[in-house]
């Protein structure tokens, strides 16, 4: 009887001996037929997510600006008791011949600083307002001889409108009296741009806040930041 026929007979069944080239499937094999989809999702994984960079830069945005409200609100209370030449007092408004709530106590903190001999002089800034018959420096300097300070230890400049303006009309007079330096007052939402414009303009500035500022409720307070941190950030980038 032929045996071997009978084994190579059509539709007899026929088990792959172990060693067969079906049973020797290598893991290189596996992950040939599995690479697609694995490459698949890698791909998926490293692409460009522009929904997830924009929420990135709107928290650190976020977080910027919360620390930088949290400066001004804390810049201006900054105070070492330190001495200078003079004291620039920006300008606030002036009610005909008299000085507003905010101009009066910041003018009263320079004549305080004055009569510690932390200060020679003030230097007064501030023109007129829209109609106004007086400017601000005039009446600050008023304002300054009827509580005793000396007229030769104040200098007036009229002709600014602006915080930015205060402080170059300031510089020409630091620089005709050879000031060295100068204490900027203020209120102290105000001062961390004050200073920075000072400072750019070559004065050697430091700030000394009123401590009895008219921005008593905190929506006043809370609106005075506001409006330093837009306007701190132009001048910052802007120059303006």
Known sequence: MNFVGMADAPGTSHTPHAG???????????????????????????????????????????????????????????????????????????????????????????????????VKALVLTGGKGTGAAYSEGEVAHDYCLERGIPEQALFVEDRSKTT?????????????????????????????????IARRQDIEASPSATTTSRFESFKSRSRFTMRELYLYHLYLFFNR
Not at 105 to 114: D, P
Not at 184 to 189: A, G, K, L, R
């Open 20 to 118: 067969s080239p079906l049973d020797r499937a290598t893991p290189e094999d596996a992950g040939e037929r599995t690479h697609p989809a694995s490459k698949r999702g890698s791909t998926g994984r490293n692409r460009f997510n522009p929904r997830r960079l924009f929420l990135w830069c709107a928290g650190t945005l976020v977080l910027y600006l919360a620390w930088q409200t949290f400066s001004i609100n804390r810049y201006g209370f900054r105070d070492d008791g330190q001495s200078a030449d003079c004291a620039i007092v920006l300008g606030g408004a002036a009610w005909h011949d008299k000085p507003s709530p905010v101009l009066r106590e910041r003018l009263n903190h320079a004549i305080r600083l004055f009569q510690e001999g932390r």
């Open 164 to 196: 930015l303006e205060n402080l170059q009309e300031a510089k020409k007079i630091l620089q005709a009296q050879k000031f060295r330096d100068a204490l900027i007052v203020s209120d102290p939402w105000h001062l961390k741009r004050g200073v920075l």
